[in-house]
């Protein structure tokens, strides 16, 4: 479930703004961090996310769950150091207090490829300054209290274990498996693999990726460039210099299968698809344009009109492209009554089929833009997500003007577009299928 | 308020991941030290000749604009048979008018770059848009349009009703947390149509007719039942012409009251339990206690919403501090109470018990949090950082205006007015640490409380037989 949600995020995130007036101002420090930041005083308030490449692609192996276990213990201590400035140690009690005093909302979390931190608090000097230096110490100085560890990985394992009677999560993390063979993202914490995880794991992986030189700062609010500056420095002071981390394995194809998992469920749910595209990707805007069309566009795009509509075999019923950095997955799913799963695979298939041979109509096309672009306000119309954009641009390298040049780019994209960009990245006979709920 | 997380999810037409939160709490009176230039304009309010309320909150931070119908007509004004009939009828509001083919509304929105989706929750249901400003005037229109001319049509309807089973199989059946919050609610309310799902019973579903979908849209769809909110970049005499124009020709009609149905005391403590497939026990109390039907009159209520926070508004709030975190019987603990609704409410504890823990133990243990409160009380201190928590929450939901026209909606279909959002944070800050501590000894004996239990079952075992789910308690 984890990473359906951070697909779903991300995806949206992908899409982000252009033509309005959103200045990004970007730099390097002197210690390799970069920051993205966007001036805005309408509400007194400061958003901010710092980043890393420590998502759960980078876990040990035979250690899936080490960097979920390292984000979310950020916060359960952290030690008493000496340099850059001397500062006592602090309990997890009393970080949250102390957050909780100032009023400010701490976030963040672990996804396949980026984990970090985030925070929202008031823009005003004693509670920013008070939550910052908080947000700095937790980046840099956790303690990863030895009993809490084993809190932590107990109270993961019974998620896990949860997670496992469940037939979303189950076909969730199947699908995974069936698309990235022996590549990391198919990898997703275990029973056995979280018992493996020591608190030696957690600092290794914590040194070897929350560094300096990788971080990136997303900033969106009510403070002055100098400011932000300075903010910048104080949030990455303490953190040290890593070495460079190994390069990822390269995604392969694996060949298509089909994967029945039994479940006593009333519903199956069905998940279909392959690796696809990477952040950057030039065949980005056709995916996404023609997307809206296949699947993406909630009540007007043709699954929703085939399997919904036509003959209420499912309440939802969608697609999407889910950019990484290495290929993510196409995926196109729905859950069904169980009598009824193999009609609604059939129609998928068949929808999917018909779209990669004709790409959209006319009118679909143009749907599809008149939304994409009339609807390009909404997707950056408050701090949660300009931070949610900029993040991603910094993180991805995607260009700064990216946000500028979006709109332009829906307009730009013409059917032999769509048709050519879904016929390089997706074939029928190379897409896996889980079904859970129906094994026959 | 803070950190109840514990809230009635409405269903919706469609799927999405929906993190908005309804704070429940909207600003105009902020921190002194803000300069005025940031303080949010208050909302305007105007009545329709034809008995409509239009309510706006002008925020020109970007332009952008939601745009809401909310209906005063929830699964609380159902009558047993037809149950569901409320949400069914939502998804109907899509499939056409006497212009508008099925589909096309959507169609349209879509191509307006709309976002749109719709609910329905026990005490209203509610449909909105969210578009770039320039565009607000074509989907009041459509909304107008689907008041007065909505189109029922037999062929459509089996479909769309096949939609909603699925609906409920996904959101309910088939999850064992929604299926222990059916039995609590249908165990706590024995006369109070809160017994009775959002979604309706299954067989309610099975056997509901257009005629049943009709004469719920016919009965319940009149301006005089509804409340328009718009927030964002407009200005609210333009909103309200627009109003006028659109719906301003749509007769009122006479619509029916929903008898009170009063739940009886409770006179003693009930049990409930379910069993579904699921790895983790949990169990859920809910204790009946007064809702907020007066912001200056009912300080019991606002002393229970400091109650909650206290309990379960921050991360190291005491449920979590204890429980989770120090003791580690559980793996989660929290505490919600919502005041605001049209019929009675509950405060409720919760939580799974940690591996070693029994739901039973852990039910004990969660009260025993409360007994610590009504005994010793609470600190300043405790009391000082959840009301930061309020004043600060009041700056942080500016960044929403969606959040913020949901927050009035909420109000207004609770019979509070939205201009009173305000005062209830003033009630708030003037909490006492003595009020805490009388309504933790008041409110939270046997008498009045339901306790529901997940009883796990292995996901290979073979299913229960489906009781008929009326009859589950």
Redesign the interface.
């Known amino acids: 479930m984890k990473r359906l ?1 951070l697909a ?2 991300f995806t949206f995130v992908s899409a982000g703004p252009a033509g ?1 007036a959103l200045k990004i101002q970007s730099w390097t420090l002197a210690n390799g961090a970069k920051v993205l930041f966007v001036e805005n ?5 400061l958003d901010i996310s710092v980043e890393f490449d420590a998502g759960s692609r980078r876990d040990p192996k035979g250690k899936a769950g080490a960097a979920e276990l390292t984000n979310a213990m950020l916060a359960r201590g952290v030690r008493e150091s000496t340099t850059p400035y001397a500062e006592p140690a602090m309990t ?2 009393q970080i ?2 102390a ?8 976030g963040g979390g672990a996804g396949g490829d980026r984990a970090g931190a985030s925070l ?1 608090t ?1 823009s ?1 000097r004693a ?1 920013r300054d008070a939550s910052i230096t908080l947000l700095s110490r937790i980046l840099a100085h956790p303690s990863f209290p030895d009993n809490f560890l084993e ?1 932590d990985k ?2 993961m394992i ?2 896990i ?2 997670d ?2 469940k ?1 979303e999560s189950i076909a969730n993390k199947a699908f995974w498996r069936l698309l990235y063979g022996s590549h990391p993202y198919s990898q997703y914490p275990t029973v056995p693999s979280v018992e493996a995880v020591t608190r030696d794991d957690l600092v290794a992986f914590h040194a070897a990726h929350y560094v300096a030189n990788r971080a990136v700062i997303a900033m969106i609010g ?1 403070i002055t460039r100098t400011e932000a500056e300075a903010i910048a420095q104080q949030l990455t002071a303490r953190l040290p210099q890593g070495a460079p981390l190994p390069s990822m394995p390269l995604v392969e194809a694996v060949p298509a299968t089909e994967e029945r998992i039994p ?5 199956a749910h069905l998940l279909t698809g392959m690796p696809a595209i990477v952040r950057g990707d030039p065949d980005y805007f056709p995916l996404i344009v023609g997307n809206y069309s296949l699947g993406g ?4 795009s043709r699954l929703t ?1 085939e399997v ?9 019923v ?1 697609s999407y492209f889910n950019p990484m950095a290495q290929p993510g997955p196409f995926t196109a799913g729905l ?3 169980k009598e009824q799963t193999d009609e609604a695979l059939k129609v998928v298939r068949d929808t999917v089929a018909a779209f990669l041979r004709d790409g959209p109509t006319p009118q679909e096309l143009k ?1 599809a833009k ?9 997707r ?5 997500k300009i931070l949610d954009n900029i993040a991603a641009i910094g993180f991805y390298n995607l260009p700064l003007d990216y946000l500028d040049t979006w709109t332009a780019k829906v307009e730009k994209v013409t059917i032999a577009d769509v048709k050519e960009a879904f016929q390089r990245k997706l074939a029928l006979d190379k897409m896996s299928t889980v079904i859970v709920g129906n094994a026959k | 308020m803070l950190g109840h997380r514990i809230k009635p999810v409405p269903y919706f037409i469609r799927a999405e991941i929906m993190k908005f939160r309804i704070a429940l709490l909207l600003s105009v009176s902020l921190l002194g030290f803000l300069p005025v230039a940031t303080q949010a304009a208050d909302a305007q309010e105007f009545m329709l000749k034809n008995g409509m309320k239009v309510i706006v909150k002008e925020d020109h931070r970007a332009p952008t604009v939601a745009h809401m119908i909310w209906y005063k007509a929830g699964s609380m004004d159902e009558h047993n048979g037809t149950t569901g009939v409320a949400h069914a009828l939502e998804h109907m509001m899509f499939k056409g008018t006497r212009t508008l083919k099925p589909g096309e509304f959507s169609q349209r929105v879509a191509a307006l770059g709309g976002r749109e989706n719709a609910f329905t929750s026990k005490d209203y249901t509610g449909y909105y848009q969210q578009i770039e400003k320039s565009k607000l005037e074509k989907v009041m229109a459509l909304e107008a349009d689907r008041m007065a001319n909505l189109v029922l049509d037999k062929e459509e309807f089996s479909r769309e009703i096949r939609v909603v089973m699925e609906e409920r199989r996904w959101r309910t059946e088939d999850q064992p947390i929604p299926l222990v919050y059916e039995a609590l609610n249908a165990t706590a309310f024995i006369a109070h149509p809160y017994h009775h799902p959002i979604a309706g019973w299954m067989s309610d579903l099975q056997n509901m007719t257009v005629q049943d979908a009709k004469a719920w849209y016919e009965r319940w769809y009149a301006p005089n039942n509804a409340v328009m909110v718009v927030t964002g970049d407009v200005d609210a005499k333009q909103v309200l012409a627009l109003a006028e124009k659109h719906f301003g020709k749509i007769p009122r009609k006479a619509v029916p009251v929903t008898k009170p149905q009063e739940e009886p005391p409770q006179r003693g403590i009930r049990r409930v339990t379910v069993k579904a497939p699921a790895e983790n026990p949990y169990v859920v109390l809910a204790f009946k206690v007064p809702a907020l039907r007066d912001v200056e009159k009912d300080d019991e209520s606002h002393a229970l919403d400091v109650l909650a926070a206290i309990l379960d508004g921050y991360d190291n709030a005491r449920l979590n501090a204890k429980l989770v975190r120090t003791d580690r019987v559980a793996n989660s603990a929290g505490a919600g109470y919502a005041n605001i609704a049209r019929g009675p409410v509950l405060f409720l504890l919760d939580g799974t018990p940690a591996a070693g823990t029994t739901t039973e133990q852990l039910e004990k243990l969660l009260r025993a949090e409360v007994t610590r409160i009504a005994n010793e009380g609470v600190s300043e201190q405790e009391l000082k950082r959840v009301k930061a928590q309020l004043i600060a929450g009041q700056i942080y939901k500016r960044d929403s205006i969606f959040g913020q026209a949901m927050e009035i909606g909420t109000m207004e279909m609770a019979g509070l007015s939205h201009t009173k959002i305000d005062r209830i944070i003033d009630k708030l800050k003037g909490v006492t640490a003595e009020q805490v501590k009388a309504v933790a000894q008041k409110y939270f004996g046997d008498d009045a409380l339901t306790v529901a239990t997940l009883v796990p079952l292995p996901i290979t075992e073979k299913k229960a037989p489906a009781a008929p789910k009326g009859l589950r308690h």
């Open positions: 949600l779903f995020l309005a005083h309408t509400i007194p308030v997890e009690a949250s207090d957050i909780a005093d100032v009023a400010a909302q701490r929202r008031l005003s509670e809190r107990a109270r019974s998620a274990k949860e496992e009677t037939p009510d479940h006593p469920a009333t519903q566009g909630g009540f007007v009109r919904r509509d036509k003959r209420g075999l499912s309440y939802s969608y859950q069904t009554q749907a008149d939304n994409l672009i009339g609807g390009f306000a909404l950056i119309d408050n701090n949660r």
